[in-house]
């Protein structure tokens, strides 16, 4: 295992998931999705981890994420590359979850408030690309802002059955998809929801 996996491994299990939440901290501890309001989740802590070792995060990265929700992801993003460009579409998660990551001392993040299904062109191109919703397909647009040899974890498909997939861009700007597993997520609104 390489040093760098190790590393978030170690990071990962000293994390209190419970400071990201407002509800049902005594929940924290269980691998499951649980509720944050606005009909929305914390992803599942295992999920969480596997979606980010996949993304093989290396210092000084550009990575955009879509959809902050509780800023859990968020923070593993940001402790382990160079710079964080996160986009939430509910105004009351992205303050909640801005709040939470000041406190922790992150500077490394810039959130957006609004859609972000069409990615974040004005900062593009982006070595890591982590969507945490589900797309009816993959956004063309975010295949465009991934950088070659950039890595992009998405889960596609719709509310019954959705692929988690890991999408890589080769030097020729050529992407080669692997299917990671399979999942459930909120739906990502916007032009690709489905
Ligand atoms: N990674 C988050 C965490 O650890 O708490 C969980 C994210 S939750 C499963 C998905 C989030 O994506 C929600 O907060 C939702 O509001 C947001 N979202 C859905 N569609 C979006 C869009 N088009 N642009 C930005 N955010 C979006």
Redesign the pocket.
Known sequence: MNSQRKEIISYFKQMDRSF?MDANKDLAPFDQ?LP?G?E????QPSL?LEMTLALDLQPKQKVL??????????ALLAAFSGTVYT????EE?QKR?KERLEQLDFQNIHYRL????EGWEEHAPFDRI?V??AASEVPRELLEQLNEGGKMVIPVGNSFSQELRLIEKDSDGRTHTTLLNEVL?????????R
């Open positions: 990201f999705a944050i606005f929305q989740t914390i992803s969480v994420e879509l959809g902050t929700g509780s800023g859990f992801q968020t986009i939430e579409r509910i998660l979850a609004g859609d972000g299904s982590m945490t919703a997520f909120v739906p990502l609104k916007g032009k690709y929801e």
